[in-house]
């Protein structure tokens, strides 16, 4: 017997699959003129007769009884075409220069293959006749049959496409299978998208009136192909919100579709679905969109405010839930393949991640983007590494290069800012003093600012040191060792306070009252201490001793207050002047009783108006003066009041008693500049 291995080219293997969007629906017949006609399949008659007074469900339990009855025949045929192919292979190889194969090597296939693709592709049509789509998985006997149709196709058409005998005399047959596979794939092409699209159980509603119903209410076990109807709670639904049901159900079309060869197909489906279902994921669960750099750098600050939040929320999602999730079920649906899905589906997401970051580190300097700034690069820090886990190799080089560069240029970015602050408190030259010597805006700024950056502190000290050493702090660097004091960080720190110190001892020679001068500087040195005291971040930096020798300037301060002010009252109460060979001279006295309250109502009405805004500084200084003026002003009363005349001449210069004095000093620094009350007022009768 000779064998002819020569293949026509208009049959070739390339030429058939090609043509798969491009052959019609009927075949054409063989022809006659072929002597072994009756063995082949007339492929253009070989739709099942029906008998029309049967009904519609007793035809469709004779096409599923059908189907499965020539299931069986069919995979005999395909199991002895398959040995046909592997025999004659063999053959043609010890045989290939003896001719032309004869007539007897020619493979007979018999006419119900063509009546198996006809009811087939009579299900196909009865699934796309507006009867609603899901009902062929809400039933096993369904997807089974289905899935298993398709693939008994799929492998006839591979067997009759790598057959040469098959591709000499069975075209139209090839043809007439080649254009039910494809309708058959489009079909499962369809479904796997609406699965993917319609399964995802959050998105689902009781009362959306689609036909399409959430496969939650009937999927397809992963083992068997078993349909299942799973009560509420039975399994635990995870990102990205499939029921292992369906994800067994979405695997096997795809193995189905692959095995047919239209694997790309499935793919290009699936790519699709998972980006569109996790950019409208990430919208929804994160408010997120997608803004390109140019957006960025024209956006105003309280836009790009409100976006850096959405962003690293959105990142730190992707790196723990969202992109771990897109790898699962990619390797469950395409097993052996997921690295390239995933990658197709989150690489590009996070280059756009990583250009809105970058693009504001690029953004024009100023001290409140500081904080956001760091938000970003903690974020990169912290929720990149799992992230960048998930991509192969390949990829991590690159991704790890691109957040390098970008976390070099956000942590160059907030050393400038810092910078920036310490410029500004430089140039702070403001030449009108702070009305009452309260705490200067400055003072707050600063102090609020530092405090709320030493919360960053950790990430602060890692940008000053990744991002700003200098050859002098390198060298440095064995005697700093150890010591967070001596930090970058806190190096900068320190340098702030050392300017505001500076600034503040500059603008308290504004007041030409020196008492006031005190007040001021009492009042901001006492909002910096207990600003330090009240972060534990910011006192761990300081340190106890800062603290204790601001401390100890602040009481210096109190000292020369209390001497420059009521050091003179206090004069006006001792006994020099006022006796004359063991007399007392009332002349004196009356005078002295008459500068006293004068002074009093000077100090009272000029004070009262001067700011404490720390209440324990202002009880501090009101005991301090009490302790210090009540027992004397007390002990000159006991002592001299007894010489003055009773009555008009004692109300006249003995104005108020101790407790008048005590009360008045209560007043003191409230910052009462619009009353208009003396202090006679507040004498006690």
Known sequence: ?????????????????????????????????????????DVGNAETEHNPEDNVESQGEEIQQTLESLSEELDQLLSSLSLHKEEHKDDNTEEKEKGDQEDDDYFQI????????????????????????????????????????????????????????????????????????????????DEFRILLEESVIKETTDDTGSQRKSTEDAVVSQDNDQVTAPEPGDQEIEYPGYSEDVVALLRKIAEKM?????????????????????????????????????????????????????????????????????????????????????????????????GFAEAVAMTKRSTEKLFKILDIYETLRDSFPPMEELFPEELRSELRNE???????????AINIFSD???????????????????????????????????????????FKSHSKTEQEEEEEPAKSGNSACSAFASQLMRIMDLLDGNMEAKSKLYKDIPLSCIFMMNNGRYIVQKIKGSAEIHEVMGDTW??????ELRNYHKSYQRETW???????????????????????????KSFNATFDEIHKTQTTWVINDEQLQSELRVSITAVMIPAYRAFMARFGQYLDPGRQTEKYVKYQPEDIEDLIDELFDGNTSSSSTATAKRRT
């Open 1 to 41: 017997m000779e064998k002819n291995d020569d293949k026509d080219p208009d049959h070739n293997d390339k030429s058939i699959i090609e043509e798969k969007a491009d052959v019609v629906s009927d075949a054409h017949p063989p022809d006659e003129s072929d002597g072994n006609s009756k063995e082949n399949v």
């Open 110 to 189: 018999p006419q119900f293959v063509g009546k198996f693709l006809d009811l087939l592709e009579d299900k196909l049509s009865k699934y796309d006749s507006g009867e609603p789509k899901t009902v062929w998985y809400q039933d096993q006997d369904e997807v089974s049959s289905l899935l298993e149709a398709v693939d008994r196709v799929s492998n006839l058409m591979r067997l009759l496409l790598n057959t040469k005998s098959c591709l000499d005399h069975h075209e139209p047959l090839i043809n007439h299978a080649g254009s039910i596979q494809q309708r058959a794939m489009a079909f499962l092409e």
């Open 258 to 354: 692959k095995a047919g060869g239209y694997g790309w197909e499935c793919r290009e489906v699936y790519l699709v679905g998972r980006r569109n279902i996790l950019m409208r994921t990430l919208k929804q669960d994160c408010e997120f969109e997608k803004v390109s750099i140019d957006e960025v750098q024209k956006m105003s600050w309280g836009e790009l405010e409100r976006e850096i939040p959405i962003w690293t929320k959105t990142f730190k999602n992707c790196s723990s839930l969202f992109f771990p999730g897109e790898l699962k079920l990619a390797e469950k649906i395409f097993p052996g393949e997921e690295g390239s899905l995933f990658c197709i589906v989150a690489h590009g997401l996070t280059i756009q991640f990583l």
């Open 403 to 413: 957040v390098t560069s970008v976390r070099s240029r956000l942590g160059e970015s």
């Open 421 to 463: 602050l310490e410029n500004s408190i430089k140039s702070d030259s403001s030449k009108t003093p702070v009305p009452g010597g309260a705490v200067h805006p400055l003072t707050r700024y600063t102090m609020n600012y530092l405090k709320y950056s030493c919360e960053y502190k950790d990430t602060l000290e890692q940008v």
């Open 547 to 552: 603290c204790r020798r601001r401390s100890s």
């Open 567 to 593: 050091g003179k009252l206090l004069g006006f109460l001792g006994h020099e002047g006022l006796m004359h060979n063991g007399k007392i001279v009332k002349p004196n006295l009356k005078e002295r009783f």
